[in-house]
C-alpha cells in the first residue's frame, strides 16, 4: 500500500529532524511513536480517525505515564500491570475504542521500560508531541483507509473477564520474572504477553508465532545494519525506511509479524552506543521468547480448565 507507506514516512518526520539536529536524546521515544502510529488500521471516517487519535493520546499517554510511575516499586507494578490488562480487556469489547484497546498494553510496557517517573515523565513530551502529529498527518483524506479489526460489542463478559485474567496473571510474571532476574528492559517481556495472549487459542499461537518470527528476523536485520554501518544518521533513516517497507506490506501476511517494529526499535535503541547493539539484540530475544513461553502457557493452562469449573457455558462446550 503506497498510501500507507507515505504515511509511516511522514510519521517518522519528528525523528529524523531531531536526527538532522543531532537531538539524539529522544530518538527512542519518536521512532518508537511515530512507527506504532504508522503501523495501525486507518478507519474511513475523518471523524473515527480523530477519535482514534484522541484516544492514544488520552488513554495510552496515561498508561504510559502509569508505567512509568509504578516501575522502581516491583509490586506495586506487577499490581498494576494485572489491572491495565484487565481493565483493556473489557475495553476491547468497546464499539469505538475496542480495535485499539489491546494495543495500549504496548504503550504500557514503553512506560515501565523508561524505569522511573522523571524519565516517563521527559519522555512523555517527546510522546504528546510525535503523537499528535502522525494523528494530524492520519486525519487527511487522501489516505487509503486500512480497515480496523471487527469489533463484536455483544461478546460475553466471562470471554472479556476470561481473557482479561489470562492476559494480566501472564504480563505479572512476566514483568515479575524481569524484575526477579534483572532485566534491562522491564517491559520486553510482558509486551510481548500482551501482544500474544487473546482469548482465542488458536488466534494466540498465531500471534506466538508472528512474534517469535517478527523477533528473530527483526533482530538478525538490526544485526546486518549494525554490522556495517556506525553512522547514527544512518541508521536512523534505516528504521524509517523500514517503517515505509512496513507500511507496503501491511495488508499481507508479512504485515502481521513484527519484523520492522523489532529491527528498528533494535537499532534506535543501539543508535547512540553501537557498541551496545550486540547485547540489545541479545537482550530483545532472550526477554521476548520469555514472554511468548508465559504467554502460551497461562493460554493453555490451567485457564481453560478453570473457566469449565466455574463457568457453566463454558462447562456445556
Known amino acids: 500500500m503506497w498510501t500507507e507507506a507515505l504515511r509511516a514516512l511522514l510519521c517518522m518526520v519528528p525523528m529524523l529532524f531531531a536526527s538532522s539536529m543531532s537531538k539524539t536524546t529522544y530518538l527512542v521515544a519518536l521512532g518508537q511513536g511515530g512507527f506504532f502510529y504508522s503501523a495501525l488500521f486507518l478507519p474511513k471516517k475523518i471523524s473515527a480517525r480523530l477519535v482514534m487519535g484522541m ?68 519522555n512523555f513530551i517527546v510522546f504528546a508531541l510525535v503523537l499528535t502529529w502522525c494523528a494530524a498527518i492520519s486525519v487527511l483524506p487522501l489516505w487509503k483507509p486500512v480497515p480496523p479489526p471487527p469489533v463484536n460489542p455483544d461478546i460475553p463478559n466471562e470471554e472479556l473477564a476470561e481473557q482479561g485474567f489470562r492476559l494480566g496473571i501472564g504480563a505479572a510474571i512476566a514483568l515479575a520474572i524481569s524484575y526477579i532476574a534483572g532485566f534491562a528492559k522491564l517491559g520486553w517481556a510482558p509486551s510481548a504477553v500482551g501482544n500474544v495472549v487473546r482469548y482465542d487459542e488458536k488466534l494466540s499461537k498465531l500471534r506466538a508465532w508472528a512474534r517469535f518470527a517478527g523477533t528473530i528476523g527483526g533482530a538478525l536485520l538490526a544485526s546486518i545494519a549494525l554490522a556495517f554501518i556506525s553512522s547514527v544518521t544512518v541508521i536512523v533513516w534505516i528504521g524509517a525506511i523500514f517503517a515505509i517497507i512496513n507500511g507496503l506490506f501491511k495488508k499481507t501476511k508479512v504485515g502481521m509479524i513484527p519484523l520492522f517494529y523489532t529491527a528498528t526499535i533494535l537499532l534506535l535503541y543501539s543508535a547512540n552506543d553501537i557498541s551496545a547493539g550486540k547485547t540489545n539484540i541479545i537482550h530483545r530475544i532472550f526477554y521476548n521468547i520469555i514472554g511468548i513461553t508465559v504467554g502460551m502457557l497461562v493460554v493453555i493452562y490451567p485457564f481453560p480448565h478453570i473457566m469449565k469449573k466455574i463457568n457453566p457455558k463454558a462447562r456445556a462446550a
Open 55 to 122: 484516544l492514544i493520546l488520552g488513554l495510552g499517554l496515561g498508561f504510559y505515564l502509569i508505567g512509568g510511575t509504578v516501575a522502581p516499586n516491583p509490586l506495586l507494578a506487577v499490581f498494576f500491570t494485572f489491572l491495565v490488562c484487565l481493565l483493556l480487556s473489557f475495553l476491547s469489547g468497546w464499539k469505538i475504542g475496542g480495535p485499539i484497546a489491546l494495543t495500549l498494553v504496548m504503550i504500557y510496557t514503553a512506560g515501565l521500560n523508561t524505569g522511573s517517573p522523571e524519565r516517563a515523565s521527559k
